[in-house]
């Protein structure tokens, strides 16, 4: 059959044009725009080539806050992952307290970050913070201030607070949706606590799972807000992780050009590492390990 | 294997049950005798699974005790009462293979690797899968992973007892019939307890020695395929077994006489004063148009279904069948129906009636 040509349907897409052009594409080009370029003020601009990108893998800065970052994003999937998971199978699957647990759970996960960051920045504190205070009066020298073991727990345990929740709602979900025939199947196999686990909701969870686990990779890896309140990236620099050393250097020293770069590896290493993670996780799914 | 005892059990889904029509399952006796094959036949949502799951151990009864070998295990979690179950939908572990399914409820209870090995290739060989046995059980059709359940629920030798809870729901038709022989076959090579549930009454008279039958919580009657067909000892068993079921007229009764609307029916035994609704019940198979005698009936039409004809027809108001032979001539002025007198049986509340002895 043939069809007839007509160019008007372009009209259709071009809404859809202008809003990603407008969110996404001019906002992203602007920041290679600025990364191949060097100022001095005055709206003057000088091009400089890839020397913002090759300074920046030459600097140590860069290359201890991306290591921080890792450390930190490794330890709280670590800790929330299985602790999520933990949480999601000691919910009660029927009943009242369902939907008692479900709100509980999702409240963490209502609290803007600066909040978070504020209650914790307070809770910590030694002269007044219930937990500081606490810890100082049963002799624990504890100051997240000065130490940075104390800091790094601190930021690492708000982290925890925070979004444990969001992957145990997940994993919540992923194990409401196993048919009792299954558990039943297993009660007549004969087959232990572990098994059950492993073979059934393990396997019926992955999905969910691979989800929460990207997110919180994602997020955590992108993390400004609550340890900029409570720590302010110290003491040192020894939780400045990259968002925060990314805004240190745009608005603070107000260095265009290397935060251009900056913003584009940040952005690169984000893309291939949760290209990594999907890949590796869908195996596995595949596999079945 | 061993002999089930249900002693004076009852379940309810309620905490608190007040009257009887809030149990799922009514009050019940009964012994599965050891190596017999039961079918368990009742229409959705009679209390079947009820039963079952309650054997098996995944629901504690309400009330009353169930004894295997005479031993109590009312409070015996399923895992301490070595019994293979299959369900309805099937059950399959994904992320194994199907040899690894078919032998999990042996590694389970720690058996030897060789038994296992030679014991799967067993139950892979009955159930037709010996060369998907590496496989991922993942992906596989819907028929295969019920296969699966059905193999992982024989592979077990020792088992005190097989329930199979309608297993053949999702298989093509022409496997059902090969599986419903292998289970047969299984049966009288190995004299396990079987109860299978079911609403199909093909499969339960096919499969079973004695079929249970099932009807809002209670179990009405328990007896041979020929028993059921007649002498059913409730009208639900009348009407829910045999194609179509049995026909019930309401009914006068008086010695070895039945009155419908004033019109006389012989029948073969004499019954006493009799309380409630009473009615009579015949099976298609035992009426017979006629010319002469009988009640008279308005032919509603006539269904021919190959090796025989079905007549509709209209008897002082109630629908009857009546079966007639293939080669049967119908003409315009057979208006009356015949009973076979020694097949009328009487029902008082929809219980049959035991007749006065001679």
């Not at chain 2, 007649?230 to 009208?235: Q, S, V």
């Amino acid at each position: 059959m043939d069809k007839t040509p007509n160019q008007k349907a372009w009209f259709l897409v071009l809404p859809v044009l202008v809003l990603v052009a407008f969110s996404a594409v001019i906002p992203l080009m602007t920041v290679v725009n600025y990364s191949v370029q060097d100022t001095f003020g005055g709206n003057q601009f000088f091009w400089a080539g890839l020397e913002w990108f090759d300074e920046l893998l030459h600097s140590e800065r860069m290359w201890d806050a991306l290591g921080r970052q890792l450390l930190f994003s490794a330890i709280i999937l670590a800790i929330e992952v299985p602790l999520g998971i933990l949480v999601a199978l000691n919910m009660p699957k029927k009943g009242v307290w369902v939907s008692v647990c479900l709100v509980l759970m999702s409240l963490p996960l209502l609290i803007p970050w600066n909040v978070v960051g504020t209650i914790w920045q307070i809770f910590g504190r030694v002269d007044i913070g219930l937990l500081g205070h606490t810890l100082a009066a049963l002799g624990i020298e504890y100051n997240y201030t000065q130490n940075t073991l104390d800091a790094w727990i601190t930021v690492i345990v708000m982290d925890v607070w925070h979004w444990t929740s969001l992957v145990a709602l997940l994993a919540y979900a992923g194990l409401q949706s196993i048919p009792d025939a299954y558990y039943q199947a297993a009660k007549i196999d004969q087959a232990s606590r572990w098994k059950v686990f492993r073979y059934i909701e393990l396997p019926k969870m992955m999905g969910v799972l691979m989800i929460a686990i990207l997110l919180r990779f994602m997020d955590s890896f992108m993390i400004y807000t609550e340890p900029f309140v409570v720590t302010g990236g110290g003491p040192g620099n020894a939780t400045t992780f990259l968002s925060i050393d990314l805004v240190k250097m745009a608005l603070g020293q107000f260095d265009l050009g290397p935060a251009a770069a900056f913003s584009i590896m940040y952005f690169l290493v984000i893309l291939l590492i949760s290209w990594v993670f999907y890949t590796v996780m869908t195996n596995l799914d595949k596999k079945g390990s | 294997m061993a002999k089930i005892t249900l002693d004076n059990l009852a379940h309810s889904y309620l905490p608190n049950p007040g009257s009887e029509d809030d149990f799922a399952l009514k009050e019940l006796n009964h012994d599965w005798n050891d190596g017999e094959a039961y079918a368990l036949l009742g229409a959705s949502g009679c209390g079947k699974s009820t039963l079952l799951n309650i054997i098996s151990g995944l629901l504690q009864p309400s009330q009353g005790r169930i004894l295997f070998n005479d031993q109590d295990v009312t409070h015996a979690p399923t895992t301490a009462r070595n019994i293979a179950q299959v369900f309805q939908f099937p059950v399959v572990y994904d992320t194994m293979t199907v040899r690894d399914n078919l032998a999990f409820p042996l590694r389970n209870r720690g058996a030897d690797a060789d038994y296992i090995a030679t014991r799967v290739q067993e139950i892979a060989a009955m159930i037709g899968m010996e060369d998907t046995l590496d496989r991922k059980a993942r992906g596989l059709t819907a028929d295969a992973k019920q296969k699966i359940s059905l193999g992982r629920g024989m592979v077990r030798e020792d088992v005190n007892a097989l329930l199979f809870d309608e297993p053949l729901t999702v298989i093509d038709p022409h496997m059902k019939w090969e599986l419903r022989t292998q289970l047969k076959r299984l049966h009288q090579q190995f004299g396990h307890t079987m109860i299978y549930v079911t609403h199909d009454q093909t499969e339960a008279l096919t499969f079973a020695d004695k079929v249970v039958v099932m009807h809002d919580g209670r179990v009405v009657q328990i007896g041979t395929p020929q028993e059921l067909f007649e002498t059913p000892e409730h009208t639900f068993v009348g009407y829910f077994i045999g194609s179509p079921g049995m026909n019930v007229i309401p009914a006068k009764v008086d010695g070895d006489r039945a009155y419908i609307n004033g019109a006389e029916v012989m029948l073969a035994r004499g019954y006493g004063k009799l309380q409630g609704d009473i009615a009579i019940g015949v099976r298609p198979e035992f009426a017979r148009l006629s010319d002469s005698e009988g009640l008279p009936v308005k032919i509603r039409r006539i269904e021919d279904v190959g090796r025989h004809k079905i007549i509709r027809a209209d008897c002082f108001g109630t629908e009857i069948n009546i079966v007639a032979a293939e080669a049967d001539e119908i003409r315009a002025d057979m208006t009356r129906v015949a009973f076979d007198a020694d097949h009328v049986n009487v029902y008082a509340n929809d219980w049959r009636v035991k007749e006065e002895a001679a």
